[in-house]
Each structure stands twice: as C-alpha cells, then as structure tokens.
C-alpha cells in the first residue's frame, strides 16, 4: 500500500529539473512554474555559496531532490554515510519526498557510472525492499521511485520489470515516479505496446511524472534528455493520465542542447493545460 503521506501531498503541478543553464531563467518565471527538481548530489560537499543559493530556491519553490546514485538495486545495505548527505540537502529545502531510481549505479563499492539495470528476481526484490526502507527511516521522507531505460535485462531475471515494480512499491509503500519517456523508449527499443505495460504498473502510486526528449543512436533510441518532448510521449502522458490518481507533479527533464527558456517554458504551460484539462473531464463525470 502507497505510503499515505504521499496520498497528502499538495497539487504540484508542472515543473522543470533545474540546471546551471536554466537558473536564471527559472527564478524569471517564477510565477509559471509550479516546482523545481534538483539533482540533490550536486550539493554534496558544494560550496557554501552553492548550499545558499539552494536555500535562496526555496523561497520560491516547492523543491524535489531526485537523486542519481543511491543504487537501492545493489544486493548489499545502502550506504549510510551517503544517506546522511542526502538528508542534509533534504533538510535544507524540506520536500515532501525524495526520489530516486530502480537502478544500480554501484557495484562492489564502484561507482559504475550510469543507471544499470538489475536482476529481476523474488530474492533481489527483498533486497530492494529492504533498502528501501532504510531510505525511508535514514532520510526521514516518503521515497518514490523511477523507472529507467533498459535495452536489456540481465541473465538470471525471473520476473519482468512491470512486475518487479508492482511488488516493490505494494511491499515497501513508495511512491512510482513514471519517467513516460523511459517507457517510450523502452516499448520503441524492446517492442511491446506502451500503453499495455503501463497498465501492469502500480499506476495508483504515481506520485510524479518525468517528460524529456530522446536522440535516435543508428536504429536505438536513446534517452538524451537533449531534445523537445515528442508527440508520442505527450500521447502516452495524456492517454495514461486518468489512470494515475495520485499523481501531483510533472517535470520536463533538459540536460543538454538547451533552448531558449521561453520554449522549456511552452513545454511547461502544456503541461498545465494537459492537467487542467483532464481535472474538467474527471469533474464533468
């Protein structure tokens, strides 16, 4: 059961992920953007003027840290030593959850460098649960978790990711933060139906939503976040939105290849009008 703390959290609505490149032009546009996401790492050990200009963001924004390197996938605790860093970013913007993804992103104390996928197994999802409940105690917040692109999985996988996901969330109650376009990516690459798998998810426990756009890598497509959200993801958001009853928040994720802000921020107001919209239709029923 979804951790009912989630369930009080307030409408969010849209958001961008905040970068250095947008920083100015996300405090300008402070009045159409509903939050802000930060990558909470990047203020591990930052400098004080970094750590104050954080604590400056708040006075404007609801902020989410959405971390890139826990590693909740690794079959051994979660580091504790990371954990308190990553409370210390949390208890200077006091969100009211922090995320971040089913992945393992270290192995036997490396850091690998990119999100992996793990294998999808009963024994490795108590591994998982567990960890996730020590986020949960270690960091003192509601936990709500991201599905990534896969181009694979691993030998020795007995359950699928839809499945894995569904039993992850129903044993540990975090929340799902929907990344739609990891899961365009992954029905384009991997060749099922978007709309089928997502339908296998634990949708009631969305929480959050990512949009970004992709670059095609010979006959791949990669998840860039280097490009404008593309119509079939903002099909897939919309088709899927009356689905997702919790779901507070949607962020456009840009990391590379920036454009003006005034056409991050159309991507924004979309947003905003896709929820409006579907708010009207739930009501009129």
């Known amino acids: 059961m979804i951790d009912p703390s989630l369930l009080r959290i307030p409408h969010l609505g849209a958001g961008l992920g905040h970068r250095r490149e947008i920083h100015d032009g996300i405090l300008a546009a402070k009045d159409d953007i509903g939050f802000v996401e930060i990558i909470p790492e990047k203020y591990i050990s930052a400098s004080r003027r970094t750590v104050d200009a954080l604590a400056a963001l708040t006075e404007s924004f609801v902020i989410i840290p959405h971390g890139v390197s826990l590693s909740v996938g690794t079959a051994s605790p979660v580091s504790k030593s990371f954990l308190r860093e990553i409370r210390r970013v949390c208890d200077i913007v006091s969100p009211p959850y922090y995320s971040d993804h089913l992945a393992v992103t270290r192995s036997a104390g490396v850091d690998i460098g990119h999100l992996s996928p793990l294998v999808y197994t009963k024994g490795h999802l108590a591994f998982v649960v567990d960890n996730i409940r020590r986020v949960q105690d270690a960091v003192g917040l509601p936990f709500v978790i991201e599905n990534i692109t896969e181009t694979h999985q691993l030998p020795g996988s007995t359950m699928d990711t839809a499945d894995f996901l569904g039993e992850l969330v129903r044993r540990s109650g975090c929340g799902l933060l929907l990344d739609v376009t990891n899961l365009h990516t992954n029905s384009v690459n991997l060749g099922f139906d978007a709309i089928d798998y997502a339908r296998r998810l634990p949708l009631d426990a969305v929480v959050q939503l990512h949009l970004a756009g992709g670059i095609w890598d010979g006959s791949t497509l990669v998840d860039s976040h280097s490009e404008a959200v593309p119509e079939k993801v903002w099909e897939l958001f919309e088709a899927l939105l009356p689905e997702m009853p919790a779901l507070k928040g949607v962020i456009?994720?840009?990391?590379?290849?920036?454009?003006?802000?005034?056409?991050?921020?159309?991507?924004?107001?979309?947003?905003?009008?896709?929820?409006s919209r579907h708010s009207e239709l739930a009501y009129a029923a």
């Open 252 to 275: 456009i994720e840009r990391d590379d290849n920036f454009p003006s802000f005034d056409h991050l921020l159309k991507e924004v107001h979309r947003i905003d009008r896709t929820l």
